[in-house]
């Protein structure tokens, strides 16, 4: 059971543009969206966060959106940088899931000069 | 600032063989994770510890085991290696027993010729 959906699966963007990712999830109880970043033969590190009693956190270029009754969150990059192509994987937990962070598939973006 | 280490960062075994990887930390983190990376895939989680002789299975436990006999380290053992299960494993730790940042190791790349 795929709890957690990310798209797109890649995405190429030109050097100034917008990146937009897209996260979508069933549970209900879910309560802490986290979005990692993962540069190639690193693990992933933690980008942002949102708590659901908000709906937007920005954090210089980066901002990540929150959707309650649609269950959506979104990560924008604003003047995406070369420096920014990774892999982005969104992720969600909460009361009831204790320790548990459940992660969605990633999205390879990829940043053209 | 803490790091985790995980060894070996390559591990090859053959087919039905019994193969361990470590995890050590040094954040004195309560909780650490074993999670698995195929390409093109998100992270599934296998296991979970939430202090010292404690274990919680993942989503992904079965054909493994694994031992959290102090609070810096945390092991895996793939009981019998097979061939689809080569991908990348990668250890992580937070600071308490809620979903909170996690701070993964590089990984360890498994192959099973």
């Known amino acids: 059971q795929q709890q957690v959906r990310q798209s797109p699966q890649s995405l190429t963007v030109w050097e100034g543009g917008t990146t937009v990712l897209t996260c979508s999830y069933e549970d209900s109880t879910f309560n802490y969206f986290p979005w990692y970043q993962q540069f190639p033969g690193e693990g992933p590190a933690l980008l942002i966060s949102?708590?659901?009693?908000?709906d937007k956190k920005e954090d210089g270029r980066f901002t990540t959106f929150f959707n309650k009754r649609e269950k959506k969150l979104s990560l924008h990059i604003i003047d995406s940088q070369p420096g920014d192509s990774a892999t982005y994987f969104c992720?969600?937990?909460?009361?009831?899931?204790?320790?548990?962070?459940?992660f969605g598939g990633g999205t390879r973006l990829t940043v053209r000069p | 600032g803490g790091i985790i280490t995980q060894t070996p960062k390559f591990l090859i075994g053959q087919e039905g063989q019994k193969l361990t990887l470590k995890c050590q930390q040094n954040f004195n983190h309560d909780t650490m994770y074993w999670y698995r990376q195929d390409s093109g895939k998100g992270l599934r989680l296998i296991y979970y510890?939430?202090?010292?002789?404690?274990?919680q299975k993942g989503d992904l436990s079965e054909g493994y085991d694994a031992s959290r006999e102090k609070k810096s380290s945390f092991s895996l053992t793939v009981t019998s290696a097979q061939k689809n299960e080569m991908a990348v494993f990668l250890c992580a730790s937070s600071m308490g027993a809620r979903a909170e940042t996690l701070y993964f190791g590089s990984g360890t790349r498994l192959t099973v010729l």
């Open positions: 949102i708590l659901s009693v908000s």
């Open positions: 992720a969600a937990g909460g009361n009831n899931a204790g320790a548990k962070l459940t």
């Open positions: 510890s939430i202090t010292e002789n404690d274990l």
